[in-house]
């Protein structure tokens, strides 16, 4: 059975995080991540607020259901994810990124017909 611990864990290996930068990321010390990880201090608010500030699905991290508030895919969450733990610089980038996909999903499709 997965654990509140076990959930931030996997939530900063997926953000590709080390548990050094992630204690920087949420503004909170090494040793208190290690100890969240591992379940040995309670999560309090403040530190629930920080993940959430980031994009990080609290109601996972506490309950482990995710947020879907909007019938959407498991790939389509995920992406909503990673859109929220993005910097602004990344953010900005991403329209043109996807557009430029969505462009050529289509030129295939015209050609494939």
């Not at 790939?75 to 990673?82: P, T």
Request: glycine fraction near 8%.
């Amino acid at each position: 059975m997965s654990t509140m611990g076990s959930r931030i864990k996997e939530k900063r290996e997926h953000l590709g995080l080390s548990q050094t930068e992630f204690a920087s990321l949420v503004g909170y010390s090494l040793i208190q991540q290690i100890c969240y990880e591992r379940d040995e201090i309670p999560l309090g608010g403040l530190y629930l607020q920080a993940l959430a500030k980031h994009g990080i699905d609290t109601l996972y991290i506490i309950t482990g259901n995710r947020l879907n508030p909007i019938n959407i895919s498991a790939e389509e969450q995920e992406i909503i994810e990673n859109y929220r733990a993005m910097n602004e610089a990344s953010r900005l980038k991403l329209p043109e990124v996807s557009h430029d996909f969505a462009y050529k999903r289509h030129i295939e499709s015209i050609g494939n017909k």
